[in-house]
């Protein structure tokens, strides 16, 4: 597989400053922004010239250069690190159909399963069935995008809108409890995002466009480079698309830059601006009637009551790295978003603006004792969250009434603490350990409240949390590890806002779930044509949060605390690479995710499955370069059955997908251009995409048939 160099350049300062605007930035923040880059780039450089940010290259397969991942908040060799792991960057991100959901980068990943709710950016993701019955965003896994944080206070990330999938040059995917490095945002794993920094050169970029079925439309355009001491690319993104269901159109638009500054003797900060706006068309689940009649059709409620979801959100960050010695170093982070959020479904309106600022210190320290290493890591993660929000009677076609159904601030603040430690011991054993404490605040204020009708409330959540494992690396092809972990997870802001008893006020019934178990596992390669990646896992929750509807309101969603489980699993990742020209993947994992009580309808069940929750499930690749030039590659993505409720009497079908694409790299007037045609779902198999728990019976969510995308790229 032949290495690709890829590199940017940035916007005239006026330009940056118009498009910081349109993000949704004050624009002192963009001119005093713009003005500090300026003023950088301007500025005479250094003696001697700091050495240029490496040239990105495609990593061959199979290629034995050691992999570093930073998610578990130190620098840890990827064979050294006790918890089950995996890195995607290269060829696996370059050839991706579409580039905009996380159902394409992560269909590789063992543990992991991505249901795409309408074939665009709306997706749910969970790990080892940690958030599995999240109505909306992400719940249970800390994201983490170029260092700042998704999620809100209580560990609900929203939405992945912010993350463009075409500008992403690797993705650490931390599986298994992970409470004790961030906190109730990961008690079910991390998912770790970097974003493309700009190439070696002044000025250099790329554009790109994409177009496919049911009017799939994407243009890109990145520019960056490096100048003196500052690193820099800017992007900006459009997409397009009718959807393969009716009612399912969405339209996205982000920005994105990212300045990395190199201040010389281990001192780095990068400073981050983004914008999104995303407008998705919600088809909501169909009835098994309905899905026999037509599977693309709408639920009629959702063309009654035209059902959408409108994010616009503004982000600025920094983070960095200062040295206080040789041997430590102290790094931080702070940010602030600017979030207008809009759903119309059948009951009401809903209206939320959103400031959600925070960050984090950590401590870092390397020291030697004697033939032995430690690391020590000390630090402090504070995030905060205020939301105003009023909800109106929806009359149909998102017609909103007079009548104000709430009016209400909330105010959110997490605060974690934790104390990491790991320690390099003789004959190639490694000792890793941490601890610890966080708090989630929430608090209402009722704008609506009368003398004897008050919503105002306050939930708060504390807990400490622990992490031990130990790693064994014998020879430099192998290692073996075991970890025990706790995950602490909270009500997440969606579980809380939605109160079954009435419109408004918290959800006052709900407690954290938490969990606890071990993993065991091996990973390596032989003779560079073999990689392995395998682990065992067992994982008791308690708590389970569930789904449910009431008479009253019968159109909502609402949770509660609906049982414990049992969960038992394999991870196993394969790589085969016979040859520089060919490839072959496969990522298999078998899930035993059980209930030992749960309650549903008003019935309490024993050991049933749970939802969504398929027991084999597989995803294989095959590439093969015919030339430097031309690459042919197919996959296919298999799935057993899955149960639509804890009945364990309802299900759906397993299903086979299968994929191809086709490029070829060439150059046109002086450029590099590289063509992409690409096939989901060649077979046109009919099946449901998801289910979910629904009493109502409108659980299924119909999978898109055959599709096809192609796609060109010009680098200059």
Same mark, same amino acid.
Request: glycine fraction near 6%; charged fraction near 20%.
């Given at each position: 597989m032949d290495a690709s160099t890829t590199t940017k350049t940035a916007p005239e300062p006026s330009s940056a400053i118009r498009g910081w605007a349109r993000a949704g930035l004050p624009l002192g923040i963009a001119l005093l922004l713009a003005g500090a880059v300026a003023a %950088?780039? *301007?500025?005479?450089? #250094?003696? $001697?010239?700091?050495?240029?940010? $490496? &040239? /990105?290259? !495609?990593?061959?397969?199979g290629a034995a250069t050691e992999i570093v991942v930073t998610a578990p908040r130190m620098d840890i060799p990827l064979n050294q690190n006790p918890a089950a792991t995996t890195v995607i960057e290269g060829e696996a991100l370059a050839t991706l159909p579409r580039t905009i959901a996380a159902d394409e980068a992560l269909r590789l990943v063992p543990g992991v399963k991505?249901? =795409?709710?309408?074939? /665009?950016? %709306?997706?749910?993701?969970?790990?080892r069935g940690q958030g599995i019955l999240t109505e909306r965003g992400i719940r249970g896994i800390k994201v983490v995008l170029d260092g700042l944080p998704l999620n809100d206070p209580t560990g609900f990330a929203p939405d992945l809108f912010d993350v463009d999938w075409a500008t992403v040059k690797r993705i650490e995917v931390f599986r298994g409890p992970a409470s004790a490095l961030y906190g109730g945002g990961a008690s079910g794993g991390i998912l770790n995002i970097e974003t493309r920094d700009g190439g070696p050169d002044p000025v250099d970029g790329r554009v790109s466009a994409s177009a496919g079925s049911h009017g799939f439309w994407k243009t890109l355009a990145e520019a960056g480079g490096t100048d003196g001491t500052m690193n820099y690319r800017v992007s900006a993104s459009h997409m397009t698309e009718d959807g393969y269901r009716v009612h399912t159109a969405a339209r996205a638009t982000n920005l994105y830059g990212k300045f990395n500054f190199d201040l010389g003797e281990g001192n780095?900060? &990068? *400073?981050?601006? !983004? @914008? &999104?706006?995303?407008? =998705? +068309?919600n088809a909501e689940g169909l009835n098994i009637e309905q899905v026999h009649q037509d599977p693309r059709q709408a639920n009629p409620d959702a063309l009654t009551y035209n059902e959408f979801q409108r994010t616009k959100r503004a982000t600025v960050g920094v983070t960095g790295t200062f040295a206080l010695t040789t041997s430590s170093e102290l790094a931080f982070a702070a940010y602030t978003r600017f979030t207008r959020w809009t759903e119309s479904v059948p009951s009401s309106v809903d209206h939320r603006d959103y400031q959600s600022p925070g960050g984090f210190l950590q401590y870092r320290a390397r020291t030697s004792i004697g033939a032995m290493a430690n690391d020590l890591s000390i630090g402090a993660d504070v995030d905060g969250q205020r939301f105003d929000e009023i909800q109106r009677p929806n009359l149909g076609d998102a017609v909103e009434g007079t009548t104000v159904l709430t009016d209400q601030v909330v105010h959110q603040r997490g605060v974690g603490v934790y104390v990491l430690d790991r320690l390099e011991l003789a004959r190639a054993w490694s000792v890793m350990a941490g601890v610890r404490h966080d708090s989630v605040s929430n608090t209402l204020a009722d704008n609506l409240a009368t003398p004897g009708f008050d919503l105002s409330g306050r939930k708060s959540f504390s807990k400490t949390t622990g992490r031990l494992g130990v790693a064994w690396n014998p020879v430099p092809g192998f290692g073996a590890y075991v970890s025990w972990a706790q995950g602490f997870l909270p009500p997440a802001t969606e579980e809380l806002a939605n109160n079954p008893d009435r419109f408004g006020g918290f959800n006052a019934h709900l407690v954290p779930a938490t969990s606890h178990g071990e993993e065991v596992g091996a990973r390596g390669s032989l003779a560079g044509k073999l990689t392995y990646d395998v682990a065992l896992f067992r994982l008791l929750t308690a708590n389970d949060f569930g789904r449910y509807r009431v008479e009253s309101r019968p159109l909502e969603t609402f949770y509660d605390n609906a049982g414990s489980s049992r969960r038992y699993g394999v991870e196993t990742a394969l790589g085969f690479f016979p040859s520089p020209r060919l490839s072959m993947e496969l990522a298999y994992t078998y899930s035993r995710f059980r209930y030992d009580q749960v309650l549903f309808n008003d019935t309490t069940y024993y050991g049933t499955w749970l939802p969504n929750s398929p027991e084999h499930q597989a995803a294989l690749d095959a590439e093969y370069r015919v030339t430097p030039a031309f690459m042919i590659g197919v996959g296919a993505d298999l799935q057993s059955r899955a149960y639509v409720d804890p009945t364990s009497t309802i299900w759906i079908g397993g299903c086979t997908l299968i994929n191809a694409r086709v490029s070829y790299r060439t150059r046109l007037a002086g450029m590099a251009a590289e063509f992409l045609l690409s096939g989901r779902n060649l077979g046109g198999k009919k099946?449901?995409?998801?289910? /979910? #728990?629904? $009493?109502?019976? =409108?659980?299924?969510?119909?999978?898109?048939? %055959? /599709?096809?995308? @192609?796609?060109? +790229?010009?680098?200059?």
């Open positions: %950088r780039a *301007a500025g005479p450089a #250094p003696t $001697p010239t700091p050495t240029p940010t $490496p &040239t /990105e290259q !495609a990593i061959p397969h991505v249901d =795409n709710q309408a074939d /665009e950016e %709306r997706v749910h993701l969970s790990i780095r900060i &990068t *400073a981050i601006v !983004a @914008g &999104t706006d995303f407008f =998705n +068309q099946y449901i995409a998801f289910t /979910e #728990p629904d $009493p109502d019976g =409108n659980s299924y969510q119909p999978g898109p048939d %055959r /599709e096809f995308y @192609g796609s060109v +790229q010009l680098k200059f």
